[in-house]
């Protein structure tokens, strides 16, 4: 390795590579790709881009290091890093330089993507019917006559105060029995899996119980915190898969594990150790002992609070033993990366998975750091790659008990699609790649402040117009200086076809219309690859003193990421002799940015009226909510998993051509009746 | 501690003490009461008494020690250790001098207790019904129109060919699925648990699975290693329950577990750490590669083999996945201390345990290493301490679907008593400790070589013959150097009892009759304590250069464990208005060894016809097998340990006189009138 470079790792999101000795940890995560929030432009007086620069990993990755290979404490970081953080390796971002290898631990707080990918919960109807219910039962003391023991005792009283009939128990929960009924007076609080086994023992009254309702995705892992006597959503709690360094894909993950000798348990103890991270996320959000927990009107509910005397206020204060439930979607490779099951003959033809059926796991098998006692409930899969995640779409849609014929779409890393109504459902996969989530693109990158998300492009001048993330302004409203752009986000992506085709800098085909463009000041040829490109931004709006650019190759990515969609649900369509569909459905925190009109444009998905195409959120997760608060729904899933009927969308005849034709910008008016008005007369005649 | 001595620790056996340096292992272990083989005398020949000097156990004892510290290797040795057990700390005990601290294990063929100690199988009927069962299957390889998973693949042909419906899979066993069935080239066998969940998959067409009944003795454990399909007891492994070294009974047990923060921690890493050892044992034994396991004619199964072709012989090989089912019982205490539950209430009125119902367990739950996916099935708790282990007696013996009478004692260092019929059971428990066993008694020991087993004292000149275990001819019959006694076990101290009494030696209130003895050359006073003791065997007749006396203190002891079996017998006939019984049955090793005849005459039980008392071997680990080979046995012990009466005797009004009364040597014609004809006229009518 060259003398004066340095390795550098950035975790959760796994960025590494080589970096100059002596910048500052912030400019270390620009150049890997790594996004830490700074605010205050690296002037050393926001304090928002606190990292840590961990010891405890290094094994992991052969770098034999320390703390000591970054730059010495600075006085201004005493405001920002308390002695105690100090002591656990916390450092500013901008002001520790790298010196040596290292290995930077990016907190949530300090990563700028995470205000913007929308997971948050959304108001779906949900019956209560937890599968854990808590019962306080108060027993009669053991005499002579009735020496009955502990745990037959309080089964007498719950079968006859609950009708709970032939308990077992986990021998995790019955440890606790003899002292919580002994501590509580012979008063107990029992926590009862699928009116079937205690998972847990109390002592005395207790109110509540905790569940966890986690979607794994491929890029993000999203967790709903929900109490499960009231059903509200106490938190949601996100983060990117730390398996992103393996590979941005399912295939790169699949391969990762067929190459690599501990691939898959590499993988696995990753997800595994991420989860646990959102789980002490969760637990340390209900207790803020140093600062007030903001929260909305009407969020707060009647919690077991806890009295902090030296701040005169009451907190909400859980361990992880309170969650006693959880459920988990995921599509097949991250539902078998999760359980540690092979996921190998996922990738290849005809791609079975190890399992369809749902399955209850104990949290310790799975070395979940809560109620060790509890389950986890793992969402069934479909089939390919159409897995968990994409029952939990259904279940929160349920498009099974309805008469519209609804296709969904749910747009990842991988794309799923599900079309039908109550008669018949398909399900088939596509590989979309992530270049619509802003990878694989030269400026792209997640929503998050300083990206493009909305773009225009005029007709005539072709002058580029935008707003970033975390600007209400547009660029011709403002000066220059203060857009601060860093790079293009999904939404972007999609406004970013659809406008380059309308104002005619590309043609139908994906290719720059080089005569048309000659001259422009924002088209060139790159100097080092000679592809053409087109400037978005200039250096001076940009935060990065680059200028933002889309290049040729870029618009080929996003054209093979639509292109891919677009194929699958027409052969959908086709496969079920449709003539029309009544909505689509769009899921994901990309249906939630996505600009339908701009989405029509570039054909990413069948034409239709625009009224027609709704956003969902993140209808995966709400399923998986779904599942925790209401244990019919799990049955449901292992009903509706079995009875979509799967189609492998590469073995179609027509697939390739059909791939082919729907990589072009879409132009036929008798395809796309609804383009005639919304794109230029001129452009659609091309 | 004295420069000139050091700490020694036998394993497992937990002897402990200082001795003084430079004596040889084996001398240690006599002066600590670990009892280590040693046929040839300490002349280095015989290559018995191997013992490993352990490393890796030491800081659990705080002991700074190391192999060095025994003096070092010599030649002799050569010829029974190989080089690799040397190189895991290997060595003779007749060889090796204590230099410093040491931690020795003593292996179970090592160790001079072994082979006496009776826990063989009894032949009992049982039915073959396994809880574990094994299918093999033939799948079609999934195909583009028919991808369904490996896991619904499977289940379909299970449910086609052998009606299993429904089933669920442990998520260890579904890791080997999409491996096993592609290896065994689609062909897999499937282990089935309870018909309802798999916990194993293996490639191709097994024959085989095994399992272990365990019984935990607060003394002894003993496990029988099954062929589940054959029914066939492979092998018959037990060892000293290592939680020894913290008391010899329950109750010390209890005290250690209320005394110490984290005894029961200990006690229960203990009793795994012992049985994962019994595990070893019995799997080690199916693979003799040194030497031909040496079998009885038709023990021989058809085992799975393995040919070992620089022998040029075939061994059954197992791994310790082959054990796919446990099923384990124990008094409960032993119960609860390996479910690592809070035994305290168990030793406090009214001695409710934590639960009664019998428990399914994963093996990997309790530590077990065996097939991880499988489960422990632990037998149900009556009440107080009439366990587990009692339920497996009633298993065994099915007194509650017999018109007969019985009377069914269990002797260990805790008496378990069941008396009745298909009518009613009553059981009570009475703390004999452990003086029948031979503890608690100055020349007291197991049985093992060198134990006088049977002892006859002449009527009128009081002379003693006596026959020791691994010696065939008599005391009468053999030279003095030969008999080589070390001491008193079990079956001798019944005897002793009887002919000290018979011979007028003591009298019915087991005091030495000083006077009749006086001048007698082996009655004499204990030099140091001044107590009354009587010479069973002189010096020159033993192997450790001593008298072999029996002392007062001996009598009261064995007054004590007799009295308190005895009237607890009685109370629980006095509360079924019982006026005789039609058989006695004594189960254990002690009622293996026991003399019908001296039992009586010592009034160990109600009198009654020799006839009627009958030695049903290990019935508690009978039970054990009878629910591991038959899992309607496991109802049947959940039924049985709910129906029947549990009586405290302690709590009885008449529990101390009986008690008092019980300590005599019975006397009264009238209660015992068996005893006329086999007790000289004249002691009865002292």
Redesign the interface.
Known sequence: MDQDKAMVIFQPSGRRGEVPKGITVIEASRLLGADIEALCGEKKVCGKCVVRIEEGHFEKYNIHSSRSHVSPWQEEEDKFITAERREKGFRLGCTALVEEDILVFVPEESRAGKQVVSKAARDIHIEHNPAVNIYTVEVEP???EE???????VCRVLEKEHGLKDL??D??A??Q???ALRDGDWNVTVSVWNDREVVRFRPGKAERAYGLAIDVGTTTVAAYFCDLTTMEVVDTVFMMNPQCKYGEDVMARITYHMTTPDGLQRMNDDIIEGLNSLVDQAIENTYPPKKKKKKKKGEEGPHEFVEVPEEGKTYLRLTKEDIEDVTIGGNTAMHHIF????P??VGL?????????S????A???GLNINPASYVFVLP?E??FVGADNVGVLLAEEPYKKDKIALIIDIGTNGELVLGNKEKLISSSCATGPALEGAQIAFGMRAAPGAMERIVIDRETKEVDYKVIGRDAWRKYSEPKDMKAKGICGSGILDLLAELYCSGIIAKSGAFNKEALAGHSRFRLNPDTNQPEFVLAWAEESSIDKDIVVTQRDVRQIQLAKGALYAGCKLMIKRMGLEKLDTIKIAGAFGTHVDREKALIMGLFPDCEIEMIESIGNAAGDGCRAALLNKDKREEANWVSRNVE?M?LT?EETFQQEFMEAMQIPHMTDEFPHLAGIVPEEILKQ
């Open positions: 053991p005499t002579f020496p009955t023991a502990d745990f037959e005792r077992t128990v021998i995790f019955l440890r029995l003899p002292t359980l540690n099951l092979n190998e003959h033809a005809p791609f079975p998975p190890v399992i369809h059926h399955l209850d796991i104990k310790r098998d799975m899969n089939a390919g799967y492998e073995v």
